[in-house]
Nanobody
Framework: DVQLQASGGGLVQAGGSLRLSCAAS????????IGWFRQAPGKGREEVAC???????????YYEDSVKGRFTVSSDNAKNMYYLQMNTLEPEDTAVYYC?????????????????????WGQGTLVTVSS
């Protein structure tokens, strides 16, 4: 199993920025996906962005429509660190954010960027955006 730990959440005003970090360890394959998901109060867990890695190299990315152009994923593979840069935050972005991993190939990332496709999860980090 991959172990993950997300951090970097906090309170920010609308229009502000935050960068979430995800420390990962325990990979046994160089083909895997990293997902960022969020769960707002009273709602289900939803996808934010996913990254597909093939032979440890970024192969494709997917962003949920509401975050396109505002959120960006990146990584430092040597350190097994994964990041979600969130800009122009809106109150609707308030949620607990999770990073997740799955050690398999994701041939259709735009379809497979869903919580059910990911086996390993870190604890969440709370992002609160005030209006």
């Amino acid at each position: 199993d991959v172990q993950l730990q997300a951090s970097g959440g906090g309170l920010v005003q609308a229009g502000g920025s935050l960068r979430l970090s995800c420390a990962a360890s325990g990979f046994t394959s160089d083909n895997y996906a990293i997902g960022w998901f969020r769960q707002a109060p009273g709602k289900g867990r939803e996808e934010v962005a996913c990254i597909d890695y093939r032979h440890s190299t970024l192969y494709s990315t997917y962003y949920e429509d509401s975050v396109k152009g505002r959120f960006t994923v990146s990584s430092d593979n040597a350190k097994n660190m994964y990041y979600l840069q969130m800009n122009t935050l809106e109150p609707e972005d308030t949620a607990v954010y999770y990073c997740a991993a799955d050690e398999s190939v994701f041939p259709k990332l735009q379809i497979m960027c869903r919580p059910d496709f990911f086996d390993d999860w870190g604890q969440g980090t709370l992002v609160t955006v005030s209006s």
